[in-house]
C-alpha cells in the first residue's frame, strides 16, 4: 500500500529511542545535505553516526551521491542531526516513507529544518555553480506526503504553505552570504517525481509556471517540516543549466562533479548561517 501509516507513534517511538541508546544528544536543527553535499556531515564532531539500514522505519538510500548515514553531534556550536544523503520518491518508496527521518528529526528535538539540494537552473541568467536559496516551491511530483490518515499531534489536517520558509532565516542568509561575499541566487524550486530528467518542453513550461530550479526532492521534505511547525530554511546548488535550447543536458556524473566543485561555498556558507541562527 502505498500510503503507509509510518506516522504512527509506535514507528517514531521506536525509530527516536533506538536513536536515543546510541547518544543523549538532543539536536536543534535538522540538516539533509543533497546530491553531493554530503561531505559537510563529516565535518560535524559527531557523538553518533548510524546507518539508514540500522534504523527502525528508515529506508535505504539508494541515489548515487547519497551515503545513507545519520550524522548527530555538533557543528558550528549547534547541535545538529543531519541526513547525510536522503530518501527519494523515485526510489520507489511512497511520499510518506521518504519523509518519514524529518518526523524521527523532529520527534528527536529538532525544531528548524536546513535543507539543501542539488538542481538545474532555469533561470537563464544563472550558471552552474550557483548557490540558490529557495524562496517558494512548486510541487510538481503528483503526490502529498500529507495524504493519508493525518497525526493530530504532529500537525494540523491542512497546514498552510503559503510561507513555507522562514522570512527571518531568509533574511539571515542574505546578510551571511554578503558578509561572507558569496553570491546567493534567489528563486522558485520546482520537484519532479523522476528518476528522468524534463523534456525540452516540460522545462520551457516549467520557467513559465515561474520556476528558476527543477530536482527531484526536497519540497515533500518542506511540506512534512511546516505540518509539524518547523521553521525551513533551503539552499539548492544549481550543478547544471536545464535550458530547453541548450545542445545537451547533464547527467548525474556532470551532477556530482560540479556539486563537488562547488561545494567548499556551500559548506562556508551552511556554517556560517549556523553560528548566527
Request: glycine share 10%; proline share 5%.
Amino acid at each position: 500500500m502505498l500510503y503507509d501509516v509510518v506516522m504512527s507513534e509506535n514507528s517514531l517511538s521506536q525509530a527516536v529511542s533506538f536513536i536515543q541508546q546510541k547518544t543523549s544528544l538532543r539536536p536543534d536543527i535538522a540538516i539533509i545535505l543533497g546530491s553531493g553535499l554530503g561531505p559537510l556531515a563529516d565535518e560535524i564532531n559527531a557523538k553518533a553516526i548510524i546507518p539508514y539500514s540500522e534504523i527502525p522505519g528508515f529506508a535505504t538510500s539508494t541515489a548515487p551521491g547519497h551515503e545513507g548515514r545519520l550524522f548527530l553531534g555538533t557543528l558550528a556550536g549547534k547541535n545538529v542531526v543531519a541526513m547525510k544523503g536522503r530518501l527519494h520518491y523515485y526510489e520507489g518508496h511512497g511520499a510518506q516513507k521518504t519523509t518519514f527521518p524529518l518526523r524521527v528529526m523532529k520527534t528527536l528535538g529538532a525544531t528548524t529544518l536546513l535543507v539543501s539540494n542539488a538542481c538545474g537552473g532555469l533561470n537563464p541568467n544563472w550558471q552552474a555553480g550557483d548557490l540558490m536559496l529557495q524562496l517558494d516551491f512548486i510541487n510538481f511530483t503528483g503526490d502529498s506526503p500529507l495524504i493519508g490518515p493525518n497525526n493530530e499531534k504532529q500537525g494540523t489536517r491542512f497546514p498552510v504553505m503559503f510561507d513555507c520558509y522562514d522570512p527571518d532565516y531568509n533574511e539571515l542568509a542574505r546578510a551571511t552570504a554578503r558578509q561572507e561575499n558569496i553570491l546567493l541566487r534567489e528563486g522558485v524550486y520546482l520537484a519532479i517525481s523522476g528518476p528522468a530528467y524534463a523534456t525540452r518542453a516540460e522545462l520551457r513550461m516549467f520557467r513559465a509556471l515561474g520556476a528558476d530550479a527543477i530536482g527531484m526532492s526536497t519540497v515533500h521534505e518542506v511540506m512534512v517540516a511546516r505540518h509539524m511547525g518547523m521553521r525551513v530554511l533551503g539552499l539548492s546548488t544549481v550543478t547544471d543549466m536545464a535550458v530547453p535550447d541548450g545542445h545537451e543536458h547533464a547527467d548525474e556524473r556532470a551532477v556530482l562533479e560540479m556539486a563537488a566543485k562547488s561545494g567548499a561555498r556551500f559548506r562556508a556558507l551552511v556554517k556560517a548561517i549556523l553560528e548566527r541562527m
